[in-house]
């Protein structure tokens, strides 16, 4: 996509509901060409007014708890009640991989192919701001597109679920029924910022420690007091057992998610999440571009052993030796 790109174009193409056209703009978007970075902005700027109105919501979990069979299922009977469902993920592990969580589309095979949802691999380049920016900023295009319900997929390891957490209204976090104690194997971290917990593969012979994982999860949430936002819009995790693979429970997981975004409406926090997401990312955006700048700086590259060392050593204060770094950028 070298050559000149007509934004005008692409943005009627968003607004009409075009499929092809909205796949160029996520690809301008999740371009790294300075070119195409300043066309994308001047697209999102177009497109910003007719965004905002998807319910975003983070859907995490570690491999194998049944996250495309979940969003699948879920997806599917989303679009059966009339919504339009889009599909995004974080991913920057598949760089390492080389492979998406979403890049096989076969796993989602009835959503990759239903008119009224539209699913996108992660994009497969990229450090994890990289990634998390082009997610963003994908979902700005998935609302001007018309999709009311952002599904954000992320795989639950490293900070991916931080990353995604802090673009989404409502976080869900997919789990299973695991002999013994129940939060091993979860994060503290992760309990921390789920909205919503649902044990997947509450079905067959699993159903029973399912239905009691769940019950143990919750009287442990119950223990840890709501913070933050949580504590403002008084809302304590609901967790509750699904199956996927029958549909059973899922109807129960979404009304939770949509409970949630209610609260959230209700008291007056939905605007103000959203607005202090925006502002964190900004600062967010100005610190990578400046670590990026640093690191590819060669005076920088060039002291940076001998100052470490020095450091390590204690040959050199660490103030003295971060003035030193950012002096030779001219800060
Ligand atoms: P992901 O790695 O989190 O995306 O997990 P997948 O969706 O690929 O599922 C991993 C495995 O669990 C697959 O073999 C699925 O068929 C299976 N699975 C997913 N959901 C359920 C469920 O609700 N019940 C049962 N029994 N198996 C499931």
């Not at 975003?56 to 009977?77: C, D, M, N, Q």
């Not at 997919?174 to 509450?202: F, H, M, P, S, Y």
């Not at 429970?249 to 949509?258: P, R, T």
């Not at 920088?300 to 100052?307: A, G």
Request: with cysteine; aromatic share 2%.
């Amino acid at each position: 996509m070298a050559r000149k790109v007509d934004v005008a174009a692409l943005a009627k193409g968003v607004l009409d509901g075009s499929r092809s056209l909205l796949a160029r703009a996520i690809t301008l978007v999740e371009s790294h060409h300075p070119e195409h970075r300043r066309a994308a902005q001047e697209l999102l700027m177009e497109l910003l007014p007719a965004a905002g109105g998807a319910h975003r919501v983070g859907i995490s979990g570690v491999p194998g708890v049944g996250k495309s069979t979940f969003i699948e299922a879920l997806g599917t009977r989303l679009t059966g009640a009339g919504h339009r469902v889009a599909v995004l993920a974080v991913d920057p592990s598949s760089t390492r991989t080389r492979g998406s969580i979403l890049g096989d589309k076969t796993r989602m095979t009835a959503l990759s192919t239903d008119p009224d949802a539209f699913v996108r691999p992660s994009p497969s380049a990229g450090t994890l701001g990289g990634v998390a920016r082009a997610t963003r900023e994908t979902i700005v295009l998935m609302e001007a597109a018309g999709y009311d319900v952002v599904l954000v997929e992320t795989v639950g390891v490293g900070q991916s679920e931080i990353a995604v957490a802090a673009m989404v209204d409502t976080f869900l976090l997919l789990t299973i029924a695991r002999t013994g104690d129940q939060l091993q194997g979860i994060k503290k971290g992760i309990l921390e910022i789920a909205d919503v917990v649902a044990v997947n593969k509450a079905d067959g012979e699993h159903e029973g420690d399912a239905r009691s994982a769940a019950a143990d999860l919750a009287s442990a949430l119950r223990m840890m007091a709501p913070a933050g936002e949580s504590a403002a819009i008084d809302w304590r995790p609901p967790v509750l057992p699904c199956s996927s693979r029958t549909g059973a429970g899922l109807d129960e997981v979404w009304e939770a998610v949509e409970r949630h975004r209610a609260a959230l409406d209700q008291h007056g926090e939905l605007a103000g999440k959203r607005a202090t997401q925006q502002v964190d990312w900004m600062w967010a955006m100005v610190r990578d571009r400046l670590l990026d700048r640093l690191q590819s700086d060669p005076g920088v590259r060039e002291v940076l052993p001998r100052l470490e060392r020095e450091v390590r050593a204690g040959e050199r204060t660490p103030t003295l030796a971060a003035q030193d770094i950012l002096d030779r950028l001219g800060l």
